[in-house]
């Protein structure tokens, strides 16, 4: 196992718990390097830092940053960036003023369904209100025992079309790389198995990544199975990409790996994380 996790989210996105508990529990865990990684904020980053100094843990500044390519979308993931670069701040606001509208529309859909009261329900759920996404809705559909759990949720109502899916242009992706990159990060492609494209596409994709300055991909994440790991495994050598690894932590229970440790690169990755921690290695079995 390695202690890194570079892939996770507090509530001040759509996780449940605050940043200082979610270092706590990686650091609990064994991790050594750790970033708190919330969906298109940084307002977690200075709380989760004093936590993981307190506890001797090394941290980096992370974000993920929700991205529209084509008829696609995508998260970046930035690590390691300066969290008062102003560039960054600005369009990382501007990404987060379209959630607002976007809920309302969703709930539209939703109530049309018979489904009452679920704006105000997923608005329950959010404890930073610009910050409402997919994942409250789902919280609320999950307590109202409509859903047994996440996965049931996003497989009836969320994803491309079901009843609750709206289209909504966030960044593009020359505009992410750029935003991190400008802040002195390294932009990764945040767990490339989750979309829903066949090869040729992906290739493109990671063509286009690499191009645009992107420099490394989650080869293992909270939500890939062994072969996504060995397919972007050898993706990322075929591309010249680093590797990155995260859980993608939201909250126990929610499908994905507790923070704080992940399964080890296959051999022959080159782990992203050598940028900050070059000493750093996987935990003996």
Not at 54 to 76: A, D, P, R, Y
Not at 114 to 128: F, M, P, Q, V, Y
Not at 209 to 227: D, T
Request: glycine share 12%; proline share 4%.
């Amino acid at each position: 196992m390695t202690p890194v996790d570079l892939h996770c989210h507090s509530n001040i996105s759509d996780g449940l718990l605050p940043p200082d508990e979610v270092v706590r529990k990686a650091h609990a865990r064994g991790c050594q390097l750790f970033a708190l990684t919330d969906h298109d904020d940084t307002r977690g980053l200075a709380l989760a830092k004093a936590t993981a100094d307190e506890l001797g843990m090394q941290f980096i500044n992370g974000v993920e940053i929700s991205v529209s390519w084509g008829k696609h979308t995508l998260h970046v993931v930035g690590l390691g960036f300066d969290a008062n670069n102003d560039a960054l701040l600005a369009g990382l606001a501007h990404v987060r003023s379209g959630r607002a509208e976007r809920a309302e529309r969703m709930a539209a859909a939703l109530e049309k369904l018979g489904i009452e009261g679920i704006l105000e329900g997923a608005r329950r759920h959010a404890d930073n209100p610009e910050m409402i996404s997919r994942s409250h809705f789902a919280r609320f559909l999950i307590e109202t025992g409509r859903c047994k759990d996440m996965k049931s949720v996003f497989k009836k109502f969320m994803v491309r079309g079901k009843p609750g899916f709206v289209e909504h242009e966030w960044a593009r992706l020359h505009e992410a790389i750029d935003w991190i990159r400008g802040a002195g990060g390294v932009a990764v492609l945040a767990h490339p198995g989750r979309y829903d494209m066949g090869n040729e596409t992906m290739r493109v994709l990671l063509t286009e990544f690499k191009r645009l300055g992107g420099e490394a991909i989650e080869v293992v994440s909270g939500s890939h199975g062994h072969a996504d790991v060995g397919r972007f495994n050898h993706l990322a050598k075929e591309f010249g990409y680093l590797c990155s690894s995260g859980t993608d932590y939201h909250a126990t229970g929610e499908g994905a790996r507790e923070p704080g440790m992940n399964a080890d690169l296959p051999i022959g990755c080159a782990p992203v994380w050598t940028r900050w921690a070059p000493d750093l290695q996987p935990l003996a079995a």
